[in-house]
């Protein structure tokens, strides 16, 4: 069912209305008797795209091309893989000094080069996002340089239910919440409120597509993967980086393929791929990785499914999982 190895050529939310609802209605009641925070001056428009608009969500597919395009030039006779696609077309102009210094003419890339990336996203979540957007302002930009995200989810306790709960975070995080959403509106920043779903989630049903590269503020950040998206998780400076256009600077990963042969069946799941995996490779198998998966086994997986595998890279401390799916 499931084979790795190291490649060194080419490899062959739902959201919750009734909660988002009483969310919403929570946090206007709370806004209504109290002085708001900063707001978008009317004659202010920001320079990046609405971070609703489909141009936001949809990756620079025409740039990334001709990124890699460039990026062949340098590499003439080096096959790449698709991971090592996605991320060397996020290079720009910075590509010969990432891929040629240090790294014996572009043979010994991987492990060796230190890779300067410009992301096309970023996604924080609450607990996160506070200190990168009090690091943000300092920088006096009127708004991010690339499409970003807030979610409010991991300041939320479970205890009693959704409901319960839900009214409770929002009490008892209110100047939080109220921060977050007033910064999301004057730089630009799309805000989802506690009760609008995990962060994951959302980011996959609403961001994800495939060349995709973003980081995102918690180590299961790597969900986006099921649908080919390259995404990393980061701490706060490092999306901080991202945000004001400067690139994220990154030592090359190294590959590991797994090829996954025939189907899930029975009681099998998703799951228990990972599971398996993180039992051959261990709590630190797959540091300095990418886990890249491919073969036929891959396109009997549902998108939640490759997901779900994703979401577990950090289990095996691997920079992320990618499912090659054509």
Known sequence: MLAARRTAASLPARTQHSLFTTSRSLLSAKHA?????????????????????LESRTPPYGKLLRNLHEVRKLLPNHKLTLAEKIVYSHLGENAEESLLS?????RD??????????????????????????????????????????????MIVGEQGAEV???????????????????????????????AGIIHQTV???????????????????????LGAITIGVGGADAVDAMVGAAWELKAPKILGVKLTGELSGWASPKDIILYLAGQLTVR??????????????????????????????????????????
């Open 33 to 53: 008797s109290s002085k708001g925070f900063a707001t978008v001056a009317s004659d202010q428009q920001p320079s990046s795209p609405s971070a609703s608009s």
């Open 165 to 195: 709960d839900l009214r409770s975070s929002i009490a008892g995080n209110s100047e939080v919440y109220d921060f977050l959403e007033s910064a999301g509106k004057k730089y630009g920043i799309e805000f989802w409120p506690p009760g």
């Open 285 to 326: 198998g797959g540091t300095g990785y990418i886990i890249e998966y491919f073969g036929e086994g891959v396109k009997s997986l549902s998108c939640t499914g490759m997901a779900t595998v994703c979401n577990m890279v950090c289990s095996i401390l691997s920079f992320l999982h990618l499912h090659n799916n054509d």
């Open 102 to 106: 240090n790294t014996n003419g572009g």
């Open 204 to 226: 996959l049903e609403n961001y994800s597509a495939p060349g995709l590269m973003s980081l995102g503020t918690d180590s299961h950040s790597p969900n986006a993967g099921g």
């Open 109 to 154: 890339i991987r492990g060796n080069a230190s890779l300067k990336l410009l992301v096309d996203r970023v996604a924080m979540q609450d607990a996160s996002a506070q200190m990168a957007l009090l690091q943000f302002m300092t920088c006096n930009l009127p708004s991010t340089a690339v499409p970003s995200s807030i979610h409010c989810d991991h």
